[in-house]
């Protein structure tokens, strides 16, 4: 069976604290400007029913599928990334962090598993920068910071898994078979116990040796944060609100049909930091998703990761 093209969730949590020494270089969350190690696991879910009207959908490199089998029945994909994430910061400015992921996406009918793909994914290394960072001579006052990174997604999983006899669809890929590029900024403002964060990322998908290319993405993420704090002991709840908006996908350049689209997501979650460990969880559903074409939609989104911290 082939794919229904589906969009890309792209979640990159961010948290905020306020200043707990006076005077000193502003430090919004534990351990900001401390290298770290850290695993990240994230799942999405899409699920939907095909309508019975519904005769075929577009597949990935310029197919068709026709759907006669499928009419009336649920089809689920769910992507798995478990990730090796390490940063090295060189100063209270500069960092330099990357990520290695293994994948693990399969696709189901009606609970059942049809096509599955897992192995390391493509690598990405990122590079960033402190453009703003507010000193305050006391934590009750307002604390600034802005900053930006820029990445690269290096092609070096695999794009040719097959289940059975078949070759597995390309999103379902442990990797896209492109080098693509990523920009972002993020600002954050705490003020006493409450934070607030807003992260804006492009992403530049190129193509691959086949001339297909996934949607470029543009995100949004909103997040409100507060801090509880006892000891060597900080919790942070946060909620938010998250916007994606793809571009659809193309094959040799030409536009396909059934991709791109907005999304709009809330988010809850949590982070437990003690002493140099950090523990965060979160959990996403859409609130509103206008998709082009045929596409699945997405049911949910889960992020968990746990991270070390080295002074």
């Not at 290096?154 to 896209?176: I, R």
């Not at 409100?224 to 060597?232: C, Q």
């Not at 094959?251 to 979650?269: C, F, K, P, Q």
Request: glycine share 10%; aromatic share 14%.
């Amino acid at each position: 069976m082939k794919s229904i093209i589906t969009g890309v969730l792209l979640l990159f949590g961010s948290v905020v604290m306020a200043c707990d020494h006076c005077g000193m270089y502003l430090n919004m969350r534990p351990n900001d400007f401390s290298h770290f190690v850290g695993i990240f696991y994230t799942s999405n879910v899409y699920e939907g029913l095909v309508p019975v009207t519904t005769k075929s959908m577009m597949l990935r490199h310029g197919d068709e599928l026709v759907l006669p089998d499928f009419q009336g029945n649920t089809l689920r994909d769910r992507y798995q990334i478990t990730e090796l994430r390490a940063r090295y910061s060189f100063n209270q400015k500069w960092f330099l962090w990357g990520r290695i992921p293994f994948v693990q996406n399969a696709r189901y009918v009606n609970n059942e598993l049809t096509q599955s793909a897992s192995g390391v994914g493509d690598p990405m290394l990122f590079v960033g920068h402190n453009l703003y960072n507010s000193r305050s001579a006391d934590s009750t006052e307002v604390a600034q910071r802005l900053e930006w990174s820029v990445g690269v997604k290096f092609p070096l999983g695999a794009t040719q898994l097959k289940y059975g006899n078949e070759y597995v669809d390309h999103d379902l890929q442990p990797g896209s078979g492109s080098y693509d590029f990523l920009l972002s900024a993020n600002y954050m403002v705490f003020w006493k116990r409450i934070g607030l964060s807003n992260q804006v990322m492009y992403r530049w998908n190129g193509p691959n040796l086949g001339k297909y290319a996934f949607g470029n993405l543009l995100t949004d993420n909103l997040t409100f944060i507060g801090k509880l704090r006892a000891n060597d002991w900080t919790i942070m709840p946060q909620a938010g609100i998250s916007a994606r908006w793809f571009s659809p996908d193309t094959d040799s350049g030409e536009i396909l049909v059934n991709s791109g689209g907005t999304r709009y997501l809330w988010s809850a979650g949590m982070e437990i930091n003690y002493k140099n460990v950090s523990i965060q969880g979160v959990y996403l559903q859409p609130i509103q998703e206008k998709l082009e074409g045929t596409q699945l939609p997405q049911k949910n989104a889960i992020t968990i990761n746990v991270k070390y911290f080295i002074s």
